[in-house]
Every structure is written in structure tokens, then in C-alpha cells.
């Protein structure tokens, strides 16, 4: 997937981190884009010659779907000619589009077509017969506002605070002095992030750190691997092998071999 500069509209800011897109014309392809946790759920839309699927589960995903939050590796995949679109959203922002316990959406994805409150059907029409990047972007921002407008969940500043500090020192923060500079007590702070999130914020900032391991990998800027475990705030190599090997099932030496010989 290819991020893409895009200026995101005024109003849809504090829920849109960025947008990304990709494209095959070649039509004896087999794709698989792996899905990595990172602790942001997105809105896509695509279209395949031959569907795409959200594996392990072996799931046909729709053309317009909502994901959650990525914690088991996953990928998806088709084959032949096909095009999307990522909205890519803040960590909190599925909670306000569908109104529901976003931990139900963690490694999942909701079919935006099954929803009956509002005519989604008709912005999957404009998505199909839109060919233009732009205007694709302008119909999805139009959805998203449409599905925000429709649920007025009430805002928690002090939950946004705390994903933009997390992100900001990536993952390497202590709980305890975020939960002191928001004034909040630790069982208040955990139940109120599950509820925005999906995650606790130790999982989040557990993901956010393994995102800045992954970062380091991806640019080859180090000597021995151990740098980048200890760079990216893991105790020890053991504590970053684990934890990689986690979120990706592979542990880091093998990553980097495959990302290499691409």
C-alpha cells in the first residue's frame, strides 16, 4: 500500500490519519498485502476480478467495509486485476462511525453495505462509477461524516490525549504518568480506553512500539539487529523477538531476510 498526499478535509480531521491506495492491471497476479497491528482501523474500498479476502479467516470481504484493530497477523489477498482505496483512521474513530464496542471489530472487518440507517448503497454506486482518486476520497469523507452525524457519541478528550502522547513517544510511555497528567484513575483510564479503542493502552502502546520496531527494520539504518530492539525501548532481544513475533509470526532476523531478498 502506497500513502498517498492527500489535503484531508477541515472537518474530518480529528477522525482521518491518512489515505492509501494500490492497483494491479495484470491480471495473472497474486496478491497478499500483509496486515501488520498498528493500531489504526480504516474504512476501504475496493474492487477485484476475483474478491478479495481477509485471511486467516478466509473471509470474502465486501466491496465498502470498516476494519478494526489488527492484533493476530492477517493479510489480505486476491488475484488478478484490482484497486483500493484506505481511509485510514485514528485509533478511536470506528467507535463514532458505528456506535459499537469497537473490541468487536479487532481483527475483523464490518460490511458498511449491511447498514440500514443510512443509504450507504448509494455512496457504493458513486465509489463504482468514480474513477478518480479525489473523487473517491470526497465520496468516503462524505460517508464518514453521514455515519458520525448519525451516532453523537460523546467525545473523551482525555482518551485522545492519551493515543496522541502513546503515538507521539511511540509506545514508550509509563502508564502510571500518563494516567497522573490526565488526572485519571488507572481502572478508569483502562475501561474508558477499551471502550474508545478496542485495546487496553498497554496493548496499544505494545503495538505502537512494535510499529516503530517494524519502521526500523523497513529502513535497513542499523548496524546489528539488536540496535533496533534496544532503540525501539524493548527491555532486552528477548522481549523484542517475543513481542515481533507476535504481531507478525516471524520472529525479526527472518522478517528482515524476506524484506531484503524483495
Known amino acids: 500500500m502506497q500513502k498517498v498526499e492527500y489535503i484531508i478535509p477541515q472537518n474530518l480531521e480529528p477522525y482521518v490519519n491518512c489515505i492509501m491506495v494500490d492497483e494491479s492491471d495484470d491480471p495473472n497476479t497474486h496478491t497478499n498485502i500483509q496486515l501488520y497491528a498498528d493500531g489504526y482501523p480504516g474504512i476501504m474500498f475496493q474492487q477485484s476480478e476475483n474478491e478479495f479476502y481477509f485471511l486467516p479467516k478466509k473471509k470474502k470481504l465486501s466491496e465498502l467495509f470498516l476494519y478494526g484493530q489488527t492484533v493476530e ?32 471489530l479487532n481483527d475483523d472487518c464490518f460490511d458498511l453495505l449491511e447498514l ?19 473523487e473517491r476520497v470526497t465520496i468516503i469523507s462524505a460517508l464518514i461524516l453521514e455515519l458520525v452525524e448519525s451516532h453523537k457519541v460523546s467525545q473523551d478528550d482525555r482518551i485522545q490525549k492519551a493515543i496522541e502522547l502513546i ?3 511511540n509506545g514508550r510511555i ?38 516503530t520496531s517494524l519502521h526500523k527494520l523497513n529502513q535497513s539504518n542499523f548496524e546489528k539487529l539488536t540496535e533496533v530492539g534496544s532503540d525501539s525501548g524493548f527491555a532486552d532481544q528477548s522481549h523484542f523477538i517475543r513481542t515481533f513475533k507476535k504481531y507478525t509470526g516471524q520472529t525479526p532476523s527472518y522478517y528482515l531476510k524476506q524484506i531484503t531478498a524483495n
Open 73 to 104: 497477523p492477517a493479510s489480505l489477498d486476491t488475484k488478478g486485476k484490482f484497486s483500493f482505496v484506505v481511509v485510514q483512521l485514528y485509533p478511536f474513530a470506528s467507535k463514532y462511525l458505528l456506535g459499537i464496542d469497537p473490541k468487536i
Open 116 to 134: 440500514n440507517h443510512i443509504d450507504v448503497k448509494s455512496y457504493h454506486e458513486k465509489l463504482v462509477d468514480s474513477v478518480k482518486l479525489e
Open 167 to 169: 503515538i507521539k513517544e
Open 174 to 211: 509509563k502508564l502510571k504518568d500518563l494516567q497522573d497528567e490526565l488526572f485519571i484513575t488507572e481502572r478508569t483510564f483502562e475501561r474508558n480506553f477499551i471502550s474508545q479503542v478496542g485495546l487496553t493502552p498497554k496493548q496499544f502502546a505494545k503495538i505502537i512500539q512494535f510499529q
